[in-house]
């Protein structure tokens, strides 16, 4: 059975894409079969692992339909590492989703389309991640029914601490949905400890939220966008070897964490 990992923050521009697409990559390479899914009408998930956008059928189909299969698309061949043959797939998302989201509201199990889905399918994966939109929608509400825990990606900076406080606050509201619902850990994402606003709000999420916060942080680094830009991780992109590591060390935390 799959471990379920929905990555969100209400607050935009914190990071949840791209720790979904390199998290992912680094599980991968631990040898572990992990399928991405995009439920972001945006669509950035699906850009930054080099799928395109014009693919035939993505989550939405899925989601209004319960006889259409959630559509995996391989992103590389399998990883072959030390710890064994990983795998990394991608459920793709256009535009096409927030007219989904639309049509859900009128129908029955509309915030458990997403799980009910995923339940056909799991078996095949050792993990899922889940990026979500910067909101607390039907779809992200989809995310966090499906998901055994969620990680929340964050900048360093006072404005998004009331993004933390707001998802901690939805992840209450959905435990009447699905009461196992978990928090894995909090990433500080996009970390810049050379200004001093972001040394201090880094070493307050520490203190305020203790060992809820991963050991690891991902520091800011043109090259991690640059990566999802050309549609690659930092794993299979040229001078993002610095970013390697961090994410290495994210999959560990998260491999130990969930006993994965």
Do not use: C
Not at 32 to 45: A, E, I, K, T, Y
Not at 74 to 81: G, Y
């Amino acid at each position: 059975m799959a471990f379920i990992i929905a990555v969100a923050n209400q607050k935009g521009g914190v990071g949840k894409t791209t720790t979904t697409a390199n998290l992912g990559a680094a599980l991968a390479r631990r040898g572990r079969g992990v399928l991405l899914v995009d439920m972001d009408p945006q669509g950035n998930l699906t850009s930054a692992v080099g799928v395109s956008k014009s693919t035939p059928q993505t989550v939405a189909d899925a989601l209004l339909d319960h006889r259409t299969a959630l559509p995996a698309v391989r992103i590389e061949p399998s990883v072959q590492t030390e710890h064994g043959t990983g795998r990394l797939d991608v459920v793709p998302a256009t535009l096409a989703l927030a007219t989904a989201e639309a049509a859900l509201m009128n129908k029955l199990g509309r915030e458990q389309r997403l799980r009910d889905q995923l339940g056909r399918i799991d078996a095949s994966y050792d993990v899922v991640l889940i990026d979500t939109p910067p909101s607390l929608g039907l779809l992200t509400i989809n995310a966090l029914v499906a998901a055994n825990f969620v990680v929340i990606p964050t900048e360093a900076r006072f404005f998004s601490l009331q993004g933390l406080q707001m998802i901690e606050e939805s992840i209450q509201e959905v435990l009447y949905l699905n009461p196992k619902l978990q928090v894995l850990g909090i990433l500080l994402s996009k970390l810049d400890r050379r200004l001093r606003e972001e040394r201090q709000v880094a070493d307050y999420v520490r203190e305020r939220w203790g060992g809820r916060v991963f050991e690891a942080e991902i520091r800011t680094s043109s090259k991690v966008l640059e990566a999802g830009s050309a549609g690659a991780s930092v794993f299979a992109y040229a001078g993002a070897e610095r970013a390697t590591d961090a994410y290495a060390k994210l999959a560990e935390e998260v491999i130990d964490r969930g006993q994965i």
